[in-house]
């Protein structure tokens, strides 16, 4: 049999968060990172002459990243890979590295961090909650809410942005500010992204969709976000590990983990009404 001599290969969602600029940390081995942070600043007070001044002090904690491991093997008999006449190695590692991606960028946004990542929406705090009439939907008010319970050193950040899935998305793109009548969504030119308020919007597939309760839009300083990658990623080849069944074997592993490293307010979510 003859092959055609490109493989033809279907799109499938893929996770986006690292297109939102966190702060990754890229290491050699897994130990344990500890990252410092702030949690509060002292605060100044008028004092009147002759009076103590009142001790405050500012309040610091650390965040933790391990490296938990994301692994995938896949086998082909040794025929395929020596007759075929595409580049199967070269697809094959190709997904793989899409299956570790996604294995870890459904983590980084949703993970629980009970032995895996804490994601982005575990630790975001509430920034505007949906009203009770409409089912988990949300208004252009809601949005605009939700841009403005960020602090503004955070909207002011480069990394500062959107994430919501596809289905979100098209649902922001229907909205008219209640004032102006002018769409939210500004669509980029020349290359420029998409933008919301000012703000590019990331779609990832793994953020939840419109619904009851449902943390569905997230928006703030990406940055605040830490990930960590330990060793890079490995794809290796065996020829024995099949060895009585003369196959070729992939493995293709990740280490990494994630953590919002500031948790004062930096990211915060649109949350539908759980009414």
């Given amino acids: 049999t003859s092959f055609y001599g490109q493989l033809m290969e279907h799109i499938i969602e893929n996770s986006g968060v690292l297109a939102a600029n966190p702060t990754v940390l890229e290491t050699a081995a897994g130990e344990t990172i500890e990252v410092p942070v702030t949690t509060s600043f002292s605060t100044a007070a008028l004092v009147a002459e002759n009076v103590a001044i009142s001790e405050s002090d500012p309040a610091f904690t650390k965040r933790s990243l391990g490296a ?35 294995a870890f960028g459904t983590d980084l946004v949703v993970g629980n961090a009970s032995s895996k990542p804490s994601g982005i929406v575990q630790t975001a705090t509430t920034g505007k909650t949906g009203s009770a009439s409409v089912a988990g939907a949300f208004s252009s008010d809601d949005l605009i809410d939700l841009y403005y319970s960020v602090g503004a050193g ?19 793109r229907k909205l008219k500010e209640s004032t102006t009548g002018n ?51 490995r794809f290796e080849r065996s020829s024995e590990f099949a060895f009585n069944t003369d196959q070729i074997t992939f493995k293709a592993v990740l280490r990494g983990d994630g953590i919002l490293a500031d948790q004062t307010g930096a990211i915060k979510v649109f949350v539908g009404n759980a009414a």
């Fill in 68 to 102: 938990y491991k994301y692994g995938v093997i896949v086998q082909a008999p040794a025929e395929l890979i020596a007759d075929t006449g595409v580049d199967l190695e070269g697809f094959l590692a190709r997904q793989c590295g899409r299956a570790l991606g996604n």
């Fill in 154 to 172: 955070y909207r002011a950040s480069r990394s500062a942005a959107w994430m919501m899935k596809d289905s979100t998305i098209a649902a922001v």
């Fill in 183 to 233: 769409y939210l969504w500004i669509p980029g030119l020349a290359g420029a992204p998409d933008t919301i308020l000012g703000k590019p919007v990331v779609s990832d597939p793994n953020v939840a969709a419109i619904a009851l309760s449902a943390k569905s839009v997230i928006f703030g300083d990406f940055s605040a976000y830490f990930v960590r990658i330990a060793g890079g990623v």
